[in-house]
Structure formats: C-alpha cells, structure tokens
C-alpha cells in the first residue's frame, strides 16, 4: 500500500473512532453502534486492499 492510501486510511480511521467517543459522550448510544460498526468495516477494508495489493506484486 503506497504512503498516500495508507495515510488517508489511517486518518480515516481515526476520524471514525472520535466519531465514537464523541457520540458516547452526547449521549446517542445508537450514533455510536453505528459509527462502530462503519469503522470496523472500514479499518477491515484497509486490511483487504493492503492484501490484494501485496497479492498483485509477487
């Protein structure tokens, strides 16, 4: 995964997961199941592009 992908998954990430915290914190428990479920699946998709890249180059 070249540095630019890996930065803007990173700060996505990141983004997603203050989403939490700060949706824990205003009190709207739903907001927060669904920012954990979107950042769970976003971080997971990370994962997979990084291996198909990886995949492609050997």
Same mark, same amino acid.
């Given at each position: @995964?070249n540095k %630019?992908?890996?930065? &803007?998954?990173?700060?996505?990430?990141?983004?997603? #997961?203050?989403? $939490? !915290?700060?949706? @824990?914190?205003? %009190?709207?428990?739903? &907001?927060?199941?669904?920012?954990?479920?979107?950042? #769970?699946?976003? $971080? !997971?998709?990370?994962?997979?592009?990084?291996?198909?890249?990886r995949r492609?180059r050997s």
């Amino acid at each position: @995964m070249n540095k %630019g992908l890996a930065l &803007l998954y990173a700060i996505a990430g990141s983004v997603l #997961l203050a989403c $939490i !915290g700060y949706f @824990m914190a205003v %009190g709207r428990p739903w &907001l927060a199941v669904l920012f954990s479920v979107l950042s #769970l699946f976003f $971080i !997971g998709s990370g994962f997979i592009v990084k291996a198909k890249q990886r995949r492609k180059r050997s």
